[in-house]
């Protein structure tokens, strides 16, 4: 997402924070390089994490807090001597201190701060015990920021109604050019392809193996369920992902694009099973704008107050199934599969709100209007 949204930036208007290196060999990325400026910053400092002896919860306390100081420590640092007029932090589930270490290092350094939020902050937290630090957190942290960006509105009612802050949606962006290319030549395979593109974790295996049962149902050896994803087949084969499944491994993200235009339908599944319902209920996944640009019939398989359910259920741009039911959703297939005017229709919707909600453009103007860009700030 920061890619797209910061690649047509000059790049000396912004410099790009992170414990991970940007070296990333090359087909291994999950995006392109920017071209603005790297810098690593060092975790050696910080406490171990421990559970032994009934402590996990207090020593997780102490350490996002020590954690979190000495990476501010760090990126005020970088801050000062790159006279950044702001600081922007993006919530992931892969790194819990990055949102507050931001927040500390933007008060160091005396500048703004922003806070992107691809999901709640609080939700990141899967672990039970410490759940309660994300709690915590995250209204000390929402209401003292500057800006607030989230991917839909379902992310913005939750944060005004549980802590009154205003924020903006900027819906996952999609470089449509990417979708209105010509399709290069390929030969093919055969089959009917049901497309999922992505992570699979355990807010998609319920929903996944749902639609497994389901193509079975059908009884049509040329139904198979294509997986794009880096998770290796052998964990999800002992998660219930196999059977009719076509695995295909890490793509890079050029390749993306191709494939699930190449698609008979493309799948959009959350689990109604996972142990972390809220997120799922809020969630907004990158592939959403990809997937509704792609001109392929989608199907949605979500709990009905996800989201994605109510978004494609609105704006008829998807077909929705939100029972876990794997003869519905069978049912649900073959009707793609075989209604021309309903897949047409929906196909048309899906690109409207492409351009409508998840175009490029539409999501860099919003971002350059929250972070003051036009007025040349560098962050």
């Known amino acids: 997402m920061l890619y797209r949204l910061l690649k047509d930036l000059d790049p000396d208007s912004y410099c790009l924070i992170s414990t991970q290196t940007p070296d990333v060999p090359e087909g291994q990325s999950y995006s ?23 402590l996990s919860v207090a020593r997780e306390g102490i350490n996002v807090t020590y954690g979190a100081f000495m990476r501010a420590r760090q990126i005020a640092r970088i801050v000062r001597e790159e006279k950044c007029e702001a600081v922007l932090s993006c919530s992931s589930g892969v790194d819990l201190l990055d949102v507050p270490s ?31 630090l994300g709690r915590l957190l995250e209204p000390a942290i929402l209401k003292r920021a ?58 998609h295996y319920g929903a996944l193996r749902n639609l497994i049962v389901a193509i079975e149902s059908l009884g049509r050896p040329d139904v198979n369920l294509h997986l794009y994803t880096a998770f290796p087949q052998d964990v999800l084969s002992e998660k219930g992902i196999r059977g009719p499944v076509v695995f295909h491994g890490h793509q ?10 190449r698609a008979d339908v493309l799948f959009l599944p959350l689990a109604f099973d996972s142990p972390y319902p809220e997120l799922v209920r809020v969630s907004s996944p990158s592939k959403v704008g990809e997937f509704l640009a792609a001109r392929r019939p ?25 029972e876990a039911d ?42 350059a209007r929250v972070m003051k860009l036009e007025r040349g700030a560098r962050a």
């Open 252 to 261: 890079p993200i050029f390749a993306i694009p191709s494939i699930q235009r």
């Open 298 to 322: 989608v199907l949605v398989h979500a709990p009905r107050d996800s989201f994605i359910s109510k978004y494609f259920r609105e704006h008829d741009c998807g077909l929705v199934v939100d």
């Open 102 to 132: 931001g927040f500390f290092a933007s008060r160091m350094a005396g500048v703004p701060f922003y806070i992107y939020l691809f999901d709640t902050y609080s939700h990141m937290w899967l672990n039970p015990q410490t759940r309660f």
């Open 32 to 54: 392109r390089k920017l071209p603005g400026k790297y810098f690593q910053i060092s975790t050696e400092s910080e406490l171990g994490r421990g559970h032994r002896f009934g």
């Open 326 to 367: 794997p003869q519905l959703l069978a049912q649900a297939l073959v009707r793609l599969l075989t209604e021309a005017g309903l897949a047409q229709r929906l196909i048309a919707n899906a690109w409207k709100r492409a351009v409508a909600d998840f175009s490029l453009q539409a999501a860099e103007d919003k971002f």
């Open 146 to 203: 500057t800006g607030i960006i989230v991917t839909n509105e379902s992310v913005r009612e939750l944060l005004s109604d549980r802590y009154g802050v205003e924020s903006v949606v900027i819906h996952n962006p999609c470089d449509l050019s990417d979708y209105e290319a010509e399709l290069p030549e390929q030969t093919d395979e055969g089959g009917v392809k049901v497309v999922y593109t992505g992570a699979v974790y355990e807010a």
